[in-house]
């Protein structure tokens, strides 16, 4: 049985001794780890759900531009140059 359930913890003011003390500290430090490892759990899900729409999407627009090149590859039009700009600042 805890020291003091979880939804009261907050509600402890003060351990009249060093025993009482440590563990109203192992009791809150321990609730606010489990927390913190909730939200670290539920972030990175939610990141990996935006990102494998984005990948999705990356994917859907790597094979279109590819289907274009090869169009304009058989076509009888220049292929057209690609030139990369500095930056001169940089």
Do not use: Y
């Amino acid at each position: 049985m805890p020291l003091c359930p979880q939804h009261t913890s907050h509600q402890v003011k003060e351990a009249h001794s060093r025993l009482g003390r440590s563990l109203v500290k192992i009791q809150t430090t321990r609730h606010a780890s489990t927390v913190a490892s909730e939200n670290i759990a539920t972030m990175f899900q939610d990141w990996e759900q935006k990102w494998s729409h984005r990948r999705e999407l990356i994917a859907s627009r790597i094979e279109l531009i590819e289907t274009q090149l090869e169009a304009l590859e058989q076509s009888d039009l220049p292929m057209p140059q690609f030139t990369i700009f500095d930056d001169p600042g940089e």
